[in-house]
C-alpha cells in the first residue's frame, strides 16, 4: 500500500499545517453478520490551499470518510482533526459551532430545506449565525453556479442540477476553512460542472480555500491538485497533478487488479 505522504505544493509553504487530518481513523457500521469496517485505519492529511479529489468503487468508503473529517458522524476508534482541533474533545455544542463556523459541506444528496426559497438556503448557515453575508462575495457566489435567474424557487421547483448548484453555493457562502464536497458535479450537465469546478479551483489558487472533493470523474479529478485512491476502506494510491489520462489509466489499472 502506498503511503500518503505530505507532499507540499508550490503554492503551499513547507510549514503550513494542514488543515485537516486523520489519524488511524475507523469506523465500522453494523455487527456480527451485517459488521462493515468502512474505514480501516485511514491516515490522511489535507493541507492548507489545496485541492484534493477521492476516488475509488462504490462503497469504498468516500462518504463515510468525509462525514468523519467533517464531524458529521462519530468515529468508531482514531481521531479527525480540523486545524488543531480534534474533533472528539468537543461536546455538540462545540462541535455544531466548529461545523458552522469553518466547514462547508456539500452533499452527495443535497440536503436543501424544502420550505425555504434557493437564496434563503445558500444563506442559512449565515443567518442561523447571525452573520451578515459578504454581499460581493455572495453574487460572485451566485453568478459562478448559475442561480440569479432561480434564486425565489424552492427545491422542489429546481431541477436536480440547480439543486445540485444551490448546495455548492451554500457551502462556499460564508467562506469556509475547508470546503468538503461530496460528487458536487455528479448531477451537473458538462457546462454547469465545469463553471462549479473552474469556481472550485480558482477559490484553491486566489484565495487558499481548502477543497477535499469525491468524484467518479476523471475530468472532476484533474482540477485538483492531488488524487487520493480508496478501496475498501483503505486509501491505496496518491497522484499528483492529475490529468484525465492518468487519472483513467489509473481507474484502467484497478479495474484489471481489483484490490483484495
Ligand atoms: N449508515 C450506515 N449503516 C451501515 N452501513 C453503512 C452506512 N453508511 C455506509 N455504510 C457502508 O459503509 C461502506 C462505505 O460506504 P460509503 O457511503 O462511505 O461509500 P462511498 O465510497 O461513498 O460509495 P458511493 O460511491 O456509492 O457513494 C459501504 O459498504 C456502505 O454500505
Ligand atoms: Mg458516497
Redesign the pocket.
Known amino acids: 500500500m502506498t503511503s500518503v505522504r505530505d507532499i507540499p505544493t508550490q503554492r503551499v509553504g513547507v510549514q503550513a499545517p494542514p488543515a485537516a487530518r486523520s489519524v488511524r481513523l475507523t ?1 465500522v ?2 455487527e456480527g453478520d ?1 459488521r ?1 469496517v ?2 480501516d485505519a485511514v491516515d490522511v492529511a489535507f493541507r492548507a490551499g489545496q485541492f484534493t479529489a477521492i476516488m ?12 468523519c473529517m467533517a464531524g458529521l458522524d462519530a468515529v468508531t476508534d482514531g481521531h479527525a482533526h480540523i486545524g488543531d482541533t480534534e474533533l472528539s474533545s468537543l461536546n455538540d455544542r462545540q462541535l455544531t459551532m466548529l461545523r458552522r463556523d469553518k466547514i462547508g459541506f456539500i452533499f ?1 444528496a443535497y440536503n436543501l430545506l424544502p420550505t425555504l426559497t434557493a437564496l434563503e438556503n445558500i444563506t442559512l448557515p449565515m443567518d442561523i449565525a447571525g452573520r451578515r453575508p459578504d454581499q460581493a462575495w455572495l453574487d460572485t457566489v451566485i453568478d459562478t453556479v448559475g442561480l440569479r435567474p432561480r434564486l425565489n424557487h424552492r427545491p422542489s421547483e429546481l431541477s436536480g442540477g440547480q439543486q445540485q448548484r444551490v448546495a455548492c453555493a451554500r457551502a462556499m457562502a460564508n467562506r469556509p476553512e475547508i470546503i468538503f464536497a ?2 458536487p458535479t455528479g448531477n451537473l450537465d458538462s457546462k454547469s460542472g465545469a463553471d462549479v469546478l473552474a469556481f472550485l479551483r480558482r477559490s484553491v489558487m486566489e484565495m487558499g480555500q481548502t477543497i477535499v472533493m ?1 468524484t ?1 470523474d476523471p475530468v472532476a479529478a484533474s482540477y485538483a491538485d492531488r488524487v487520493l485512491f ?1 478501496a475498501d ?1 483503505r486509501i491505496v494510491d496518491e497522484m499528483l497533478s492529475p490529468t484525465r489520462e492518468r487519472v483513467l489509466e489509473r481507474m484502467k489499472a484497478f479495474d484489471r487488479q481489483p484490490e483484495a
Do not use: C, R, W, Y
Open positions: 469506523k457500521f453494523g451485517t462493515v468502512a474505514l475509488g468503487p462504490s462503497g469504498s468508503g468516500k462518504s463515510t470518510l468525509m462525514h452527495q461530496d460528487e469525491v467518479h480508496l476502506g
